[in-house]
């Protein structure tokens, strides 16, 4: 069976950048696996030419798992559970990162407390993926300082000079 390249039409899930990183986001599921998470789906890398790894849900994933205060940078989605939306607060900002978060709700009303509590630098509300090019794109915390695309992005890269002029 020939392997799809990652640009062509039906690929929904491209490789890892290298065999490295591979090996980094198999490790950060054999930890949370080994502390006690259910595999759902995937957590295997996938033979074959490139550094595929099958996309992963992980159930029940401890607090002190590697992969939880990590960033990944792979197809896992670790799963935990939380009493109180202040705890999901905690639980979601109790890492170094912050590049983006997800929230999934139908109450407004928590989207908006939520999203404002959570110590990223983007949010996905109801989306997975949030990628535009016209939007600022950028981390906080250890996931980055400053932004790109968008205009805020442009701004960055320019320096503001004021000009006072008195009568001449």
Known sequence: MQRLQPVEDGVQVGPLITERAREGVASLVADAT????????????????????????????????????????????????????????????????????????RDLYRALRVTEGLETGMVGLNAGVISNPAAPFGGVKASGFGREGGKEGIEEFLEIKYVGIGGM
């Open 34 to 105: 080994d502390s006690g998470a259910r595999v759902l789906t995937g957590g295997d890398a996938v033979d074959g030419p490139g550094w595929f790894y099958a996309p992963n849900v992980l159930a029940d994933v401890p607090i002190d798992a590697r992969l939880m205060h990590e960033e990944i940078f792979g197809p896992v989605a670790p799963v935990t559970s939380f009493a109180t939306e202040e705890e999901a607060l905690r639980l979601a900002n109790d890492t170094p990162y912050g590049l983006i978060a997800y929230v999934f709700t």
